[in-house]
């Protein structure tokens, strides 16, 4: 949520700071701000309600210089998107200018501190109070960096900032707890980013900065120190291997689009290495911690969104290969659970951005309690990666659109070579799931060659407000991941639900207006799933068979049928959650939607 960049170099930087904000786009979209020290110590603050394009043809047509710049791009969380609580923020003497990503908690009560004080405010942020809160502490005791660290000891709540001043305009001050943060380096130029993505173009070595880092940044210097101890710790570089055409469209009209045909691409990059054509399995980021994985006697998985749907189809793979029991908890919800929980528990958490707030939440809970920490995570170096024992990265290159698709086919992927790499001994199972993940790439290529038959099905289902998605077993996660897309990029209701629930109370809402996405794929379940199908049937409702089984029988008893290549049941959750994004997509796309920024809707929700 929200993205900040900061620069300072030797060049003018304006254009690498909107640059990086494009590439910020898609972590919140309402309005974007920048501000520019030029080399008289000149400030020039613009700000633009919308997208990015917005401020850029704002500040071409200012045509401004600078060497020492902020940007932001906000998704609103305090106040309306406006210019007046648009990034960045000011100090009453318009000297001192910060951008935030974060909550505030306390603001209110700084805030009516400072108005006391005689300072004034004009947004209706939690963020403005940080260079007010600034400004005091340095009029107290003239020295910024130590204004800054006072400040943050009184803030409470979550927080990345950047801060620049024509006070010491030869610098870039910066801060994190509990909200991405990192510095990159390219000779005589130093980029701030909350996300190293957005930099990766420019530069490939770069620091994280933990909880409780403050930065000095000069061109001659990088001092670190900690915000609670004042002790001097030192910015440590690493290189990032994180590769960048993600960052370009291509031929492609959006992200979402383009990132749905990249699961094949996906699939491959993710067993690449790690399953061997012999179904030898080799997870490297596990083998230090290879001799505890092999003592674990419980499994509790945690995500939020489409990262928990693809933990629910952990734990099916899991329990179906090995015989530890598994959990999957929302890490909103784990994190205030009174939960037993002993040393021999493996947590895994799942997270695309490696940044999400309940996630991490969920993993620092159980911190103390000495029970191994994984992470299946797609962003390289994120917090996620960082804060866990091991893991193993997803590998689906940088996920643009805030509706997320092609990680979830990786990290689904991943979970099925977990499963692999936990299954004590190796059944006829082990074999078929093995070699499926390595004939999995061809028939998602298959599916999206159907891309125009399904568009045709989503033109013809336009006009319906109301969808409920269905299945069982594997197919019950899908179907909750299939109504959470279609719901996010077209804003109609759509429910997931198990078909065994169907008849417990949904079923209630059938009639001729609320069609049903039915998902029933060749295996033990086919037959009560197609019960549940007429169930429906009997009572009118549409139906939208996805199936991977040419039974003739079921063609005249559906509205519509769409089939998939054949796999085994392990495997067609990928291949049916491929068809069900090229719905949501042509649906969202027929409504005339922004469809890669769906509205009120952010990429890595970092706050609770
Ligand atoms: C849905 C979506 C969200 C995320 C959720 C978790 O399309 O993108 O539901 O899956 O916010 O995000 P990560 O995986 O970054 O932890």
Redesign the pocket.
Known sequence: MCGIIGYIGTDNGVDYVLDGLKNLEYRGYDSSGICIINSSSQTNLIKQVGGIDKLVQKVKTIRPNGKLIIGHTRWATHGKPSISNAHPHFNNDHNIFVVHNGIIENYLEIKSKLIDRGYKFVSETDSEVIPNLVDFYYKKIGSLSEALRMTLDDLRGTYAICLVSTIEPDKLFVSRLGSPLVIGKAGNKIFVSSDPSAITNRTKSISFLNDYDVAQISLKKIKVFNQKDNKPSFAKFEIINQRNEQNNLGDWPNYMIKEINQAPEVVELAIKGRLSPKHQIKLGGLDDVSSQLDHIDRIIIV??????YAGLIGEYLIEEFSDIPVEVELGSEFKYKNEPISRSTCLIA???????AD?IAAINKVKDFGVLKLGIV?SIGSTISRITDAGVYCHAGNEKS????K?FIAQVTVLSLLALRLAKIRTKSFDNLSEELLKLPDKIRAVLGQSDQIQKLAHKYIKYKNFLFIGRKYNYPIALEGA??LK?VSYVHAEGYSAGEMKHGPIALIDKTFPTIVIATKGDLYKKTISNLLEIRSRGGPIVLITNFKDQKIKNMVDDLIYVPESHEETATQIITVALQLFAYYFSLELGNNIDKPRNLA???TVE
């Open positions: 995500g939020c969104g489409t990262s928990y799942i997270s695309q951005s490696g940044e999400t996630t797609n805030v509706a997320s698709t990680a959470l897309k996010e990429k890595s929700v």
